[in-house]
C-alpha cells in the first residue's frame, strides 16, 4: 500500500514537473517531429495522463458522474427502464459523488433521532419499523447507526425502484451482518410490506423518510397520501430531506409553516428548475406545498448548497420533519387559546366542532324538482377543508413558544439586545424569544456542565451537534431554524454577539489603548471590596469617563444600536441630568457596595464577556439548575413565550387572572401622553386580580407615566430611588 502511494506521488510530481517544463520539452519534441503543434499535443497528454494516473480513484468517480448525468443518452421512457440505465454505470460510485451535493442528510436523520425518541417515550411498546423510500444504496441507513443503534429496530424496509442501486444496499447489509432490513424493489406510490399481510397496514409504520427522492417520484400525491395512511397518527414521524424552488407565499399562516429563507428568487427558481429537470427531477413547488398541507410540520430549515463555486452557485434545499394531522393537538390548542389568549390566527382545526353545511352555504329555494329522485342525505354532513395548524400545535415538546406570523416590526430586530439580562415572556424581538427557548430546552435536555459552557462560559465547540441530537425536540420549528442558520454563535464568545456584544467589544479596546485591560480582570478577581474600590477609583473609572467616551454615550446613534436606549428613555435621563452624571451615579458606587467575584455578575460580564461559577445568575448555579430540573422540571411548565407587544398579550387574558406584571423600562420608550401607555396600563388593570400589582424600573427619578397608574387606581409605591453616586439601588444600579 505504501508503494502504492509513494508511485502515485511520484506520478504526481512527474506530471507537474512536465507541465512546468512544456517550454523545453515542447522544443526537443518539435525538433524530432518537426511540428510544434504536436509536440504542444503530446505534452498536454502526457500531463493529463499522467495526473490521471496518479490521482487514480479520486478523478474516475467524478469523470463517471459527469458521464452518466451530463453526457450519456439515456433512450427511456418509462420510470423503472430511465432509473436503471441511468444508475447501472454509476451505482459503485453513487455514494463518493453526492456527498457533497445531496445536503443536510446526516441532519434529517440526527434531527429524526432526537424527536424519535421524544415521540416513542409516549408509547414504548409499539413497534418500531422504519420504512426509507427512495433509499437506492443504502447510505441513508449506515448512516444512521451512528446516531441510532440499527438494532434496536424492529424492522426496516428500503425501498427503491431502482435495481442497481439495491444491489449495492444489499451487499452493504451483508458486510455489516444486519438481518432486520429487508430490500424491496418497488414503486414508491404502490410500496407494499410483507408483514401487511396478516396485519392492518393504517398507522403501523413509526419511521418514514424521504432522502432527495420526492423530487424524482412523478406521482408524488399518491405516494404522501399513502404514507398519511401507514404513518402511526400519534408517534409516527415522517422525515424530508430535498431540493426545492418556492416562490412568495401567499398567506402569512403558510409563510410561518415553510420558515424563514423558504422564498427563492425568480432567476433561481426558473434556472435550478429547468436544470434538474434534465434529470426527470422535479423542483415544482407543489411537492413541498403538498408535503406541508398533507402533514403537520415540527421542524423545517431552508438551506442553500454551495456545492460547486460558493457565494454563486447556491441550489436550495430544506430539511423536513412532519406528523400526522390526525395527532392529539387537542393540549396545544388549550394552551394556544385558552392560557394564553390567542382566538386570532392559527386556530384550532374546524373538527373540534361539526361544521354543518348549512352554516357554511345559505339556502337556495329553487322550486319543487321535476323528476322525484331519491337521495340518501346523512344527518350531520361536514366540510373540512382547513389547513394544518401552525408548527406549535404538532410539537412534541413542551408548549413555550406561541406561534406568530413574522411582521415587518419584527425586522428591526435581528439580533439580541441584551443577551446576558433576563429575557421576559412577552418581547416583540424574536430573537429574544429563541434565547429563552433555547435557555429552557437546554435545560431540560443537558446537563449541567453542557449547560454552564453554553450560558455561563458562552462558549460549546460541539453546538451543533447538541442542537440536533439533543435539544431541538423541545424547540419551536422557527427557533430551531434560527439557531441552526446562527449555530456559530456558541464557537467563540456568546455575549460578544448582538448589539451588547459590541458595546462590549469597544470597552475592551478602549481600555488596551488605555493600558487597563489586566487592571478590568483584576477588578474581577480580587477578594475585597477596597480592593475593588482602588481599582475603579485610579484605573477604569478615569477612563470610562474621560470626556471622549461621554461624547461617544451622548449620541442617540450608539445609545440604541449598542446599549439599546430608545429616543425616549434617552430624553427622561436627560431631563434629569447629564449623560456623565447618569453614567457616574450608575457605576460609582458597585465597585464598594458588592463583589465582582462572589456575585455581582452584571459589570463582571461586561469587563470578561462571560460568567463565572461564583459569579453568575441563579439558573447557572448548580443548585438553581438542580432545582428547575426537579420533579422532571415541573417548574418551567408555566412558561408562554409571546412574540408580540405587551397590550396585545393583555387583551387576550381574561379578568383578573394575573397577580403580578413585571414590565421592567418598556415604558420609558413611549412618549410622554402616549395614548399606548393609557391603554397599555387600563389592559393591566383589568388583568390583574384583587391584591396584585405591577414592577417596574426607570431610567428616570420620577417617570411620567406614574401618574397614568394612578388615574387607574394603582397606588404608586417607590421601592428606591436613585439618589446620587453614593448608593447603589441593586446590583445593576441602572
Given at each position: 500500500?505504501?508503494?502504492?502511494?509513494?508511485?502515485?506521488?511520484?506520478?504526481?510530481?512527474?506530471?507537474?514537473?512536465?507541465?512546468?517544463?512544456?517550454?523545453?520539452?515542447?522544443?526537443?519534441?518539435?525538433?524530432?517531429?518537426?511540428?510544434?503543434?504536436?509536440?504542444?499535443?503530446?505534452?498536454?497528454?502526457?500531463?493529463?495522463?499522467?495526473?490521471?494516473?496518479?490521482?487514480?480513484?479520486?478523478?474516475?468517480?467524478?469523470?463517471?458522474?459527469?458521464?452518466?448525468?451530463?453526457?450519456?443518452?439515456?433512450?427511456?421512457?418509462?420510470?423503472?427502464?430511465?432509473?436503471?440505465?441511468?444508475?447501472?454505470?454509476?451505482?459503485?460510485?453513487?455514494?463518493?459523488?453526492?456527498?457533497?451535493?445531496?445536503?443536510?442528510?446526516?441532519?434529517?436523520?440526527?434531527?429524526?433521532?432526537?424527536?424519535?425518541?421524544?415521540?416513542?417515550?409516549?408509547?414504548?411498546?409499539?413497534?418500531?419499523?422504519?420504512?426509507?423510500?427512495?433509499?437506492?444504496?443504502?447510505?441513508?441507513?449506515?448512516?444512521?447507526?451512528?446516531?441510532?443503534?440499527?438494532?434496536?429496530?424492529?424492522?426496516?424496509?428500503?425501498?427503491?425502484?431502482?435495481?442497481?442501486?439495491?444491489?449495492?444496499?444489499?451487499?452493504?447489509?451483508?458486510?455489516?451482518?444486519?438481518?432486520?432490513?429487508?430490500?424491496?424493489?418497488?414503486?414508491?406510490?404502490?410500496?407494499?410490506?410483507?408483514?401487511?399481510?396478516?396485519?392492518?397496514?393504517?398507522?403501523?409504520?413509526?419511521?418514514?423518510?424521504?432522502?432527495?427522492?420526492?423530487?424524482?417520484?412523478?406521482?408524488?400525491?399518491?405516494?404522501?397520501?399513502?404514507?398519511?395512511?401507514?404513518?402511526?397518527?400519534?408517534?409516527?414521524?415522517?422525515?424530508?430531506?430535498?431540493?426545492?424552488?418556492?416562490?412568495?407565499?401567499?398567506?402569512?399562516?403558510?409563510?410561518?409553516?415553510?420558515?424563514?429563507?423558504?422564498?427563492?428568487?425568480?432567476?433561481?427558481?426558473?434556472?435550478?428548475?429547468?436544470?434538474?429537470?434534465?434529470?426527470?427531477?422535479?423542483?415544482?413547488?407543489?411537492?413541498?406545498?403538498?408535503?406541508?398541507?398533507?402533514?403537520?410540520?415540527?421542524?423545517?430549515?431552508?438551506?442553500?448548497?454551495?456545492?460547486?463555486?460558493?457565494?454563486?452557485?447556491?441550489?436550495?434545499?430544506?430539511?423536513?420533519?412532519?406528523?400526522?394531522?390526525?395527532?392529539?393537538?387537542?393540549?396545544?390548542?388549550?394552551?394556544?387559546?385558552?392560557?394564553?389568549?390567542?382566538?386570532?390566527?392559527?386556530?384550532?382545526?374546524?373538527?373540534?366542532?361539526?361544521?354543518?353545511?348549512?352554516?357554511?352555504?345559505?339556502?337556495?329555494?329553487?322550486?319543487?324538482?321535476?323528476?322525484?329522485?331519491?337521495?340518501?342525505?346523512?344527518?350531520?354532513?361536514?366540510?373540512?377543508?382547513?389547513?394544518?395548524?401552525?408548527?406549535?400545535?404538532?410539537?412534541?415538546?413542551?408548549?413555550?413558544?406561541?406561534?406568530?406570523?413574522?411582521?415587518?416590526?419584527?425586522?428591526?430586530?435581528?439580533?439580541?439586545?441584551?443577551?446576558?439580562?433576563?429575557?421576559?415572556?412577552?418581547?416583540?424581538?424574536?430573537?429574544?424569544?429563541?434565547?429563552?427557548?433555547?435557555?429552557?430546552?437546554?435545560?431540560?435536555?443537558?446537563?449541567?456542565?453542557?449547560?454552564?459552557?453554553?450560558?455561563?462560559?458562552?462558549?460549546?465547540?460541539?453546538?451543533?451537534?447538541?442542537?440536533?441530537?439533543?435539544?431541538?425536540?423541545?424547540?419551536?420549528?422557527?427557533?430551531?431554524?434560527?439557531?441552526?442558520?446562527n449555530d456559530k454563535a456558541f464557537s467563540k464568545a456568546f455575549y460578544m454577539n448582538g448589539y451588547s456584544g459590541l458595546a462590549i467589544r469597544l470597552a475592551r479596546v478602549i481600555f488596551a489603548l488605555a493600558g487597563v485591560s489586566t487592571d478590568a480582570e483584576k477588578l474581577c478577581n480580587v477578594s475585597t471590596t477596597a480592593e475593588q474600590v482602588k481599582i475603579w477609583k485610579e484605573k477604569l473609572m478615569p477612563v470610562l469617563l474621560n470626556p471622549l467616551v461621554v461624547a461617544l454615550l451622548k449620541t442617540p446613534a450608539f445609545c440604541w444600536n449598542a446599549l439599546g436606549v430608545p429616543l425616549n428613555q434617552r430624553k427622561m435621563l436627560l431631563n434629569e441630568g447629564s449623560i456623565y452624571e447618569f453614567v457616574r451615579d450608575t457605576?460609582?458606587?458597585?465597585?464598594?457596595?458588592?463583589?465582582?467575584?462572589?456575585?455581582?455578575?452584571?459589570?463582571?460580564?461586561?469587563?470578561?464577556?462571560?460568567?463565572?461559577?461564583?459569579?453568575?445568575?441563579?439558573?447557572?448555579?448548580?443548585?438553581?439548575?438542580?432545582?428547575?430540573?426537579?420533579?422532571?422540571?415541573?417548574?418551567?411548565?408555566?412558561?408562554?413565550?409571546?412574540?408580540?407587544?405587551?397590550?396585545?398579550?393583555?387583551?387576550?387574558?381574561?379578568?383578573?387572572?394575573?397577580?403580578?406584571?413585571?414590565?421592567?423600562?418598556?415604558?420609558?420608550?413611549?412618549?410622554?401622553?402616549?395614548?399606548?401607555?393609557?391603554?397599555?396600563?387600563?389592559?393591566?388593570?383589568?388583568?390583574?386580580?384583587?391584591?396584585?400589582?405591577?414592577?417596574?424600573?426607570?431610567?428616570?427619578?420620577?417617570?411620567?407615566?406614574?401618574?397614568?397608574?394612578?388615574?387607574?387606581?394603582?397606588?404608586?409605591?417607590?421601592?428606591?430611588?436613585?439618589?446620587?453616586?453614593?448608593?447603589?439601588?441593586?446590583?445593576?444600579?441602572?
Amino acid at each position: 500500500m505504501l508503494q502504492f502511494l509513494s508511485l502515485r506521488g511520484v506520478l504526481l510530481v512527474a506530471g507537474i514537473l512536465v507541465y512546468y517544463n512544456r517550454r523545453h520539452l515542447g522544443n526537443a519534441l518539435a525538433y524530432y517531429t518537426g511540428s510544434s503543434t504536436i509536440a504542444a499535443c503530446l505534452i498536454l497528454a502526457g500531463s493529463l495522463l499522467t495526473v490521471a494516473l496518479a490521482l487514480g480513484d479520486a478523478i474516475v468517480p467524478h469523470l463517471t458522474f459527469i458521464w452518466h448525468c451530463f453526457l450519456r443518452p439515456l433512450g427511456a421512457t418509462d420510470q423503472r427502464t430511465r432509473l436503471d440505465k441511468f444508475y447501472k454505470g454509476q451505482a459503485d460510485v453513487y455514494d463518493k459523488t453526492r456527498s457533497g451535493l445531496l445536503r443536510g442528510r446526516n441532519t434529517m436523520l440526527r434531527l429524526s433521532v432526537s424527536h424519535l425518541r421524544a415521540l416513542r417515550a409516549k408509547d414504548p411498546s409499539q413497534r418500531l419499523i422504519w420504512v426509507d423510500i427512495g433509499g437506492g444504496t443504502g447510505h441513508n441507513i449506515e448512516l444512521m447507526d451512528k446516531h441510532f443503534d440499527i438494532s434496536q429496530f424492529d424492522a426496516i424496509y428500503l425501498i427503491d425502484l431502482c435495481e442497481p442501486l439495491l444491489e449495492v444496499a444489499r451487499k452493504r447489509f451483508a458486510r455489516k451482518g444486519w438481518s432486520n432490513i429487508t430490500v424491496l424493489c418497488q414503486d414508491a406510490t404502490e410500496f407494499s410490506l410483507p408483514e401487511w399481510s396478516t396485519t392492518d397496514p393504517k398507522g403501523s409504520v413509526s419511521f418514514i423518510t424521504l432522502s432527495y427522492s420526492l423530487s424524482m417520484i412523478p406521482n408524488f400525491y399518491a405516494l404522501l397520501d399513502r404514507i398519511e395512511y401507514v404513518l402511526s397518527p400519534e408517534t409516527g414521524l415522517l422525515g424530508v430531506v430535498d431540493f426545492y424552488t418556492s416562490g412568495r407565499q401567499p398567506s402569512l399562516h403558510e409563510k410561518a409553516i415553510g420558515g424563514t429563507s423558504k422564498e427563492c428568487g425568480w432567476l433561481s427558481r426558473w434556472f435550478w428548475q429547468i436544470w434538474f429537470d434534465f434529470d426527470h427531477v422535479s423542483l415544482s413547488p407543489q411537492r413541498r406545498d403538498y408535503l406541508e398541507y398533507k402533514f403537520g410540520t415540527v421542524k423545517t430549515y431552508n438551506g442553500r448548497n454551495h456545492f460547486i463555486i460558493p457565494f454563486i452557485v447556491r441550489i436550495p434545499y430544506y430539511i423536513w420533519l412532519g406528523r400526522s394531522r390526525s395527532c392529539d393537538v387537542s393540549h396545544f390548542c388549550h394552551v394556544f387559546e385558552v392560557e394564553s389568549g390567542n382566538m386570532i390566527g392559527n386556530c384550532s382545526p374546524a373538527s373540534f366542532s361539526v361544521i354543518k353545511d348549512s352554516k357554511m352555504i345559505p339556502l337556495l329555494d329553487i322550486g319543487k324538482s321535476v323528476v322525484e329522485v331519491e337521495v340518501q342525505v346523512p344527518a350531520h354532513s361536514t366540510i373540512n377543508i382547513t389547513p394544518p395548524l401552525s408548527s406549535f400545535h404538532y410539537h412534541v415538546g413542551n408548549p413555550w413558544r406561541l406561534p406568530y406570523y413574522e411582521q415587518p416590526v419584527h425586522k428591526e430586530f435581528r439580533t439580541f439586545i441584551y443577551s446576558f439580562t433576563w429575557i421576559h415572556c412577552v418581547d416583540i424581538n424574536p430573537c429574544q424569544g429563541h434565547l429563552l427557548e433555547l435557555k429552557l430546552a437546554a435545560l431540560l435536555s443537558l446537563d449541567y456542565d453542557s449547560f454552564f459552557a453554553l450560558f455561563g462560559e458562552g462558549r460549546h465547540l460541539r453546538f451543533r451537534e447538541l442542537l440536533d441530537a439533543r435539544i431541538s425536540p423541545f424547540l419551536s420549528s422557527i427557533a430551531y431554524q434560527f439557531w441552526h442558520i446562527n449555530d456559530k454563535a456558541f464557537s467563540k464568545a456568546f455575549y460578544m454577539n448582538g448589539y451588547s456584544g459590541l458595546a462590549i467589544r469597544l470597552a475592551r479596546v478602549i481600555f488596551a489603548l488605555a493600558g487597563v485591560s489586566t487592571d478590568a480582570e483584576k477588578l474581577c478577581n480580587v477578594s475585597t471590596t477596597a480592593e475593588q474600590v482602588k481599582i475603579w477609583k485610579e484605573k477604569l473609572m478615569p477612563v470610562l469617563l474621560n470626556p471622549l467616551v461621554v461624547a461617544l454615550l451622548k449620541t442617540p446613534a450608539f445609545c440604541w444600536n449598542a446599549l439599546g436606549v430608545p429616543l425616549n428613555q434617552r430624553k427622561m435621563l436627560l431631563n434629569e441630568g447629564s449623560i456623565y452624571e447618569f453614567v457616574r451615579d450608575t457605576l460609582d458606587p458597585i465597585p464598594s457596595t458588592y463583589k465582582f467575584k462572589d456575585g455581582a455578575y452584571f459589570y463582571p460580564l461586561c469587563l470578561t464577556g462571560h460568567y463565572t461559577p461564583t459569579s453568575c445568575p441563579s439558573y447557572l448555579t448548580r443548585a438553581g439548575f438542580d432545582k428547575l430540573r426537579a420533579d422532571s422540571a415541573k417548574a418551567t411548565d408555566a412558561f408562554r413565550l409571546h412574540t408580540d407587544s405587551i397590550i396585545n398579550v393583555l387583551r387576550g387574558l381574561s379578568t383578573s387572572s394575573l397577580t403580578r406584571a413585571v414590565i421592567m423600562d418598556h415604558m420609558d420608550w413611549f412618549a410622554p401622553g402616549s395614548k399606548d401607555v393609557e391603554d397599555e396600563v387600563s389592559e393591566l388593570a383589568r388583568v390583574l386580580s384583587s391584591g396584585g400589582f405591577v414592577l417596574w424600573r426607570s431610567a428616570a427619578k420620577q417617570p411620567w407615566y406614574q401618574e397614568t397608574f394612578r388615574k387607574h387606581g394603582f397606588v404608586v409605591t417607590p421601592i428606591s430611588i436613585r439618589k446620587g453616586p453614593e448608593t447603589a439601588l441593586d446590583m445593576v444600579n441602572m
